[in-house]
């Protein structure tokens, strides 16, 4: 998948990776990057790189009628990045059942509900590529991490799902594993789990770069940081290993 001439969707694209993959797209040549994000007014820092070519756009992941509106005001669309995704600490036991809710409903449901209103889109634009933003925390349920490795896990099985559907109708569909990279989200959470303060931290603009690159590549799974790339290998020879390092952050 040439990402060159390319109209991309960045659903959470007012910070973190989402930001930085805005900026790795317009780096790589596409024609079009439309920034999604709850409320556009964030997004100035991002469409100032390049106004002509970022285009703000309201997309709340978790609203039916956002989402349907969204696809019609880009319905110009080729490459679809799912990044929008929300945590809440807490151990599942004992966490506010109405936070468990939350994350679901927005890392699993809010992504489905986006794929399933752009596949049409991209596929009416000749094909093109999805995206989807998971996190080695699917290989593994961290304790005090709550639902966010949960809702992980079940995005990582929506993603390998949808891929046998999307292949007829010209859609590569890529899962991508971060492991810790340097964002608010994870400065925030670092606060309640010790244990991650000695973990490598990669960049935004390195990690949105490694990610484009996997698309290019027609990767299906893409692991865009070192300490990402050790867990996939490590994974792969013994996924139980990895889930004892994971449970054993907190």
Do not use: C
Not at 106 to 127: D, K
Not at 149 to 166: G, W, Y
Not at 230 to 241: L, T, V
Request: zero cysteines.
């Amino acid at each position: 998948m040439r990402v060159h001439n390319a109209v991309v969707l960045v659903t959470g694209a007012n910070r973190g990776i989402g930001s930085a993959l805005v900026t790795a797209f317009l780096e790589r040549g596409a024609t079009r990057v439309h920034a999604g994000a709850r409320d556009p007014g964030t997004l100035a820092a991002v469409t100032a790189q390049d106004p002509e070519r970022v285009r703000p756009l309201a997309l709340d992941i978790t609203d039916p009628t956002s989402v349907s509106s969204a696809a019609l005001t880009a319905a110009d669309v080729t490459i679809l990045v799912n990044n929008a995704g929300v945590y809440a600490m807490g151990h599942l036991l004992e966490m506010d059942l109405r936070d468990v809710e939350t994350v679901m409903n927005t890392n699993w449901l809010g992504t489905l509900r986006v794929l399933r209103a752009f596949a049409p889109v991209v596929e009416g634009n000749g094909g093109g590529a999805v995206a989807n933003i998971i996190s080695v925390g699917a290989f593994g349920g961290t304790p005090s991490m709550g639902a966010y490795p949960a809702s992980k896990a079940a995005l990582n099985a929506l993603t390998q799902a949808v891929r046998p559907d999307l292949a007829p109708r010209g859609i590569t569909v890529h899962a991508v594993f971060p492991g810790p990279v340097d964002t608010d989200m994870l400065r925030l959470a670092s606060a309640g789990l010790p244990a991650m303060a000695d973990f490598p931290r990669a960049t935004t603009a390195d990690v949105a770069r490694a990610i484009v690159d996997g698309i290019e590549a027609g990767a299906e799974e893409i692991f865009p940081d070192p300490f990402a790339e050790q867990i996939g290998e490590e994974w792969s020879h013994d996924p139980k290993a990895v889930e004892r390092r994971l449970t054993t952050i907190a």
